[in-house]
């Protein structure tokens, strides 16, 4: 590990210690809540600096998986933490915020970075490395959106629970016949990359980010509500903003740099999968963990998410798919991402 990246790693620790000081010893609520929301973003680097170690045994496909998969845990324990307060909206806002982060908000800021570092203004990336991942974001994505039109329309609405959690159950069918195989193709191949830390270290910190995590994410619930009073915003910009951005802003700094230095495919493949992994398996895995608690997390979206789901959807698919990237095409995605925040704003 480098002298900088260990600097770091203690930074971090100490935040952590100070979110616990700030939740423990009454701080007031914002400025509890502003340490346990940097804290959170550290402990999300480090859970994805600890995957990508533990990763350079693996194959390139099954790093990847490991990243998106682990790199969820604090955006999984803030919506248990908030289903666990009764907080539905933000918990719900949250996970469908995740998704439009990364999906608009993320990727314009990408095909930006890429295009405008290129010499002729396009970024270029190998279309195969996103197609696979952005057909099974499309497939997941209108099922969440046929069954939460249902729901909202009326038809099952007396069974919101059952047939959310019935069709979440066929979601997660869906991601493991993509999975399964996209791991098989990867079995045996390794990566080039010397790993910077021996394998116990890595999963010594892995384990320990997790856990850090989940008391981080409790904390930060808990000073949510109260910080959303005090700066007077609504609870689904909270959630679709604040607890999305922060539970997964290194995820999303790490795709903008890698495209500035001209990796594309993987700047690309890494904002796909992040968004598939949303959809195919976190919303769905969320939806069934929740049945066991009193307040539960439904497919019955407002309408504007369900309009901006399948929108977010099909513009991955379609601007991924020709492996082109131009400066126009990011910016309307930060564009749309910023008014879908305005509105949010008014829910």
């Given amino acids: 590990m480098r002298k900088a990246e260990r600097a770091l790693v203690a930074a971090i620790v100490v935040l952590a210690a100070l979110a616990a000081v700030g939740h423990y010893d009454h701080w007031t609520t914002l ?5 346990a929301t940097v804290a959170l973003a550290g402990l999300a680097w480090i859970v994805s600096f600890a995957t990508e170690e533990v990763g350079e045994r693996l194959g390139p496909a099954a790093t990847g998986l490991l990243q998106a ?15 666990r307060s009764g907080e539905r909206v933000v918990a719900q806002s949250a996970i469908v915020g995740s998704l439009f982060a990364t999906a608009m908000l ?28 952005s057909t099974l974001l499309l497939v997941c994505t209108f099922i969440i959106v046929i069954v939460s039109f249902a729901l909202r329309s009326g038809v099952g609405a007396a ?15 869906v991601y493991l016949a993509w999975v399964i195989p996209y791991v098989r193709r990867d ?10 830390l021996a394998l116990p270290l890595a999963l010594g910190l892995l384990v320990l980010a997790g856990v850090g995590a989940a008391f981080v994410s409790d904390w930060f619930v808990d000073a949510l509500a109260p910080s959303i009073h005090k700066l007077g915003i609504s609870q689904a910009f909270a959630g679709l903003v604040i607890v999305a951005i922060a539970s997964n802003a290194v995820e999303h700094v790490v795709g903008i740099v890698m495209a500035r230095r001209g990796q594309s495919d993987l700047a690309i493949s890494v904002v796909v999968n992040s968004v598939a992994q949303i959809a195919a398996f976190l919303f769905p895995a969320l939806v069934l963990i929740s049945l066991t608690m009193h307040t539960s997390l439904s497919f019955s979206l407002r309408p504007v998410y369900i309009g901006a789901m399948a ?5 991955v698919w379609q601007i991924t798919d020709d492996g ?22 008014y829910l």
């Fill in 324 to 345: 082109e990237g131009h400066p126009y095409e990011g910016w309307a995605l930060v564009v749309t991402y910023v008014v879908l925040a305005m509105i949010t704003l």
């Fill in 187 to 196: 079995q045996g191949s390794q990566t080039n990359v010397a790993a910077r």
């Fill in 106 to 133: 993320v990727l314009g800021l990408v095909i930006l970075a890429g295009s405008l570092s290129a010499r002729d203004g396009v970024m270029r990336f190998a279309p195969n490395a996103a197609r696979d991942t």
């Fill in 311 to 315: 929108v977010s959807a099909v513009a």
């Fill in 69 to 83: 998969t682990l790199g969820n845990l604090p955006e999984l324990f803030v919506v248990i933490f908030a289903l």
């Fill in 31 to 35: 400025a509890t809540f502003a340490v």
């Fill in 159 to 173: 069974h919101v629970r059952l047939v959310s959690g019935v069709s979440a159950a066929l979601l997660l069918t």
